[in-house]
């Protein structure tokens, strides 16, 4: 019979074994899109996609109803902390993402698969409004 952590530690490896191939296809085609519809330039930018990602969290925040004034404190709090590390900062986003789509009854995985084809289809729009955008990073 098995020990209680050793089940869990391998429902967590077969679970993770089976999104694996999904999530990686789905990176991988968001890659291409933006690598196409941005060009590498702009992708490559840490700074640019950084600033840009946090555009969206903010937006995400606001969507669901964070207030101005609680956005400036979390922002005190954060940057009154040291920095994180990429990878583990990267999964914890997740995390919280998906967990934050459980009371709205939201499917990440679907919502980001519809949006994707969305912004495939409307390629040449984003394009276009990519050129009146100012980036942040002055190499772009």
């Known amino acids: 019979m098995m020990s209680n952590v050793l089940q869990r530690t391998l429902h967590h490896l077969l679970a993770t074994m ?65 920095p994180g590390f990429i990878e583990e900062e990267v999964a914890d986003v997740r995390i919280a993402l998906s967990v934050l789509c459980v009371p709205y009854d939201i499917d990440p995985e679907i919502v980001t698969e519809r949006k994707l084809a969305e912004c495939m289809a409307n390629s040449d729009i984003i394009r276009e409004r990519q050129k009146r955008k100012r980036f942040r990073d002055p190499t772009v």
């Open 18 to 82: 089976e999104l694996v191939p999904r999530s990686n296809a789905l990176h991988r085609r968001i890659g291409a899109w933006a690598s196409d519809c941005l060009g590498d330039q702009q992708v490559a930018s840490k700074k640019e996609r950084a600033y840009r990602f946090f555009e969206e969290a903010l937006e995400l925040a606001q969507a669901a109803g964070l207030s101005q004034e609680e956005a400036a404190e979390m922002l005190k709090v954060t940057y009154g902390r040291s």
